[in-house]
């Protein structure tokens, strides 16, 4: 079955400094894959995602993340964070059948000033 | 811009009561989901709904737990029996194909 995994459990970044979330994927075709944001008491917000075509994919509030067939990896990168940056992150894979997602861990990211 | 809704956004039950958590989807999205994240953990399926009954369903989504669409426009996750296991976060999400809109969530306690 799909699957997904985040291998960070948190990241704390300086205020202006660059960030990188990995997420490998475990899929026997190509994948779509998705990147979800949580802030706080929020709901998930879709950050980006990928079906196929261009390999690095443009999301909302400046996240890019680019897929890698030989390293199974879906990166989340942002080259300037912000304080409002700081959130829970997930990287998700959706089912062929039905579309139900299966979520990666998460990875908690902390900004510091 | 159009989004998906859910009521109320925090519910404390005794255990053993029903619960009945409310969404309303985008209105023409075709899938609709309910998810649940339990304190400190990934959010997990729960099932999928599509065509007016469950494509699929998790192995959490037992006798207890129930879907209805009963006016086209909400979708409705209830439990029956609750556990203080049910305690969560509860995410409804919908989608015309693969890109899934959430809902902000309920929170529901169990005491």
């Known amino acids: 079955a799909q699957s997904v995994t985040q291998p960070d459990i948190h990241i704390t970044v300086s205020e202006g400094a660059s960030l990188e979330l990995r997420c490998n994927y475990s899929?026997?075709?190509?994948?779509?894959l998705f990147w979800y944001v949580q802030s706080p008491g929020q709901g998930l917000q879709l950050l980006l995602k990928?079906?196929?075509?261009?390999?690095l994919v443009q999301g909302i509030k400046g996240f890019e993340a680019e897929f890698k067939r030989s390293q199974s990896s879906f990166n989340l990168r942002k080259p300037s964070v912000h304080w409002s940056d700081a959130a829970e992150y997930f990287c998700?894979?959706?089912?062929?059948?039905?579309?139900?997602?299966?979520f990666g861990a998460g990875t908690t990211v902390t900004v510091r000033a | 811009e159009p989004e998906v809704t859910q009521t109320p956004s925090h519910q404390v039950t005794q255990m053993g009561q029903e619960v009945i958590l409310r969404c309303v989807p985008i209105?023409?999205?075709?899938?609709f989901y309910w998810y649940r994240q339990i304190l400190g953990q990934k959010v997990e399926f729960l099932v999928s709904?599509?065509?007016?009954?469950?494509?699929?369903k998790s192995e959490i989504f037992d006798d207890q737990f129930s879907v209805e669409r009963p006016d086209g426009s909400n979708f409705t996750l209830k439990i029956r029996s609750t556990k203080l296991e049910d305690s969560a976060m509860y995410f409804c999400?919908?989608?015309?194909?693969?890109?899934?809109?959430f809902g902000p969530g309920t929170r529901l306690t169990v005491t």
């Open positions: 999400a919908s989608s015309r194909q693969d890109e899934q809109y």
């Open positions: 899929y026997g075709a190509t994948p779509y």
């Open positions: 990928y079906f196929s075509g261009d390999t």
């Open positions: 998700a894979v959706p089912s062929v059948n039905d579309y139900k997602l299966s």
């Open positions: 209105s023409n999205h075709l899938y």
């Open positions: 709904f599509y065509n007016n009954e469950i494509s699929e």
